[in-house]
C-alpha cells in the first residue's frame, strides 16, 4: 500500500489563523487517524495474520479503514454490531456499502448478549488472529501517532504552537501529548463527557500533564445531526477550502473556538480524516429537514 506523507496547510477561520495538518490527504480509506492507529497492522507482513476482528458502529469510518486494510492484506474481516437496518440491508451506502465491497463480514449480536460477546472475542486466543478495539483505541497504536508526533516536531521547530485534535477515545491526543511532551495537545470529548474521555485515556498510560480537555459550552449528543454542526461544516469548506467530517470536527472547533483565548499560541489543528462518512450523515440531515 502507497501511503502519502501529510503536508501542513496555512488557514483562516472566523479571523484566526490556524494550520492544519492534512491527515486526511495520506490516502482514500486510510486517512486521519485511521491510519496512525493502524500503522503497525499495515505495516504487519501479510503471512503474519489471517483474520482480524473488530467491533462498533455500523457507518464507522474506522470500520471502513480496516476493511480496505484486510482486504489489501487477504485477510479476512469480521465486524460485530448490534444491528443491521432492514432499510440499510436492501439499500447499503456509505462506509457500510463500501465495507461489503471489501468483503467485510457483519455479524450480528443481540444488544443484550453483545457486551459479553465483546469480552469473548477480546479473550481468543490465536497468534494468527488480531482483535482491534472500537475505534482502534488500544497500545499499539501508539507506534503510529508516535510517527505523526515526528512529522510534527519537524514542522513545529522553533515555533510557539499548540496542538488540537478531536477524541472519540483520546486514543490519538494522548499518544500525541505523550510523544510531543513539551507541547501542548488540546482535545475535545466526541462520543461522550469529559469524565468518560479521562477515563479512556487512563487506559492508555499515566495522566500527561500536556494533554487539556476543551469543551463546549452547549452539550451534545454524538453523531446526532445539529444545525450548527452543518453550518460549522459549511463555513469551514467556505473559508478554508478544507472539508471535514460532519461528527467529530464540527463540535471540536466550536469549542476551539469557544476557548481560543485561553490559548496563547498559533494553533495546529490535526484533520482527523473520515469525510467518507459524511454521504451518509448529510442523508440523516436531509432526512431531518436541517438542510
Known sequence: MTLNRSCVDEVTFHQHKFYIKRDDKIHKYLSGNKY??????????????????????????????????????????????????????????????????FNTKFIEVDESKYDSEIDRIKNLKDEKLFVI?????????????????????????????AIVTPSGTGTTAYFLAKNLPHVDVYTTPCVANESYLKEQMSLLGDELSNLHVINTTKKYH????????????????????????????????LALLENI??????????????????????????YKRLI
Open 261 to 286: 483565548s485561553k490559548i496563547d499560541k498559533d494553533i495546529l489543528y490535526v484533520h482527523s480524516g473520515g469525510v467518507l462518512g459524511n454521504e451518509s450523515m448529510i442523508e440523516r440531515y436531509m
Open 133 to 161: 478495539n472500537q475505534g482502534g483505541a488500544q497500545i499499539e497504536a501508539e507506534d503510529g501517532v508516535k510517527v505523526l508526533a515526528d512529522e510534527l516536531k519537524e514542522f513545529i521547530k522553533d515555533k510557539s504552537i
Open 36 to 101: 496512525r492507529k493502524l500503522h503497525t497492522l499495515i505495516n504487519t507482513q501479510a503471512s503474519k495474520l489471517n483474520t482480524v476482528i473488530s467491533y462498533g458502529g455500523l457507518q464507522s469510518n474506522a470500520m471502513l479503514s480496516m476493511a480496505y486494510m484486510c482486504y489489501k492484506k487477504g485477510w479476512e474481516f469480521l465486524y460485530y454490531v448490534k444491528r443491521v437496518p432492514s432499510n440499510l440491508v436492501n439499500n447499503p451506502s456509505s462506509n457500510y456499502k463500501k465495507a461489503l465491497e
Open 222 to 253: 454524538f453523531a446526532k445531526p445539529y444545525k450548527e454542526f452543518y453550518q460549522t461544516y459549511k463555513e469551514l469548506i467556505k473559508q478554508t477550502g478544507i472539508e471535514f467530517d460532519l461528527i467529530y470536527a464540527p463540535k471540536t472547533w
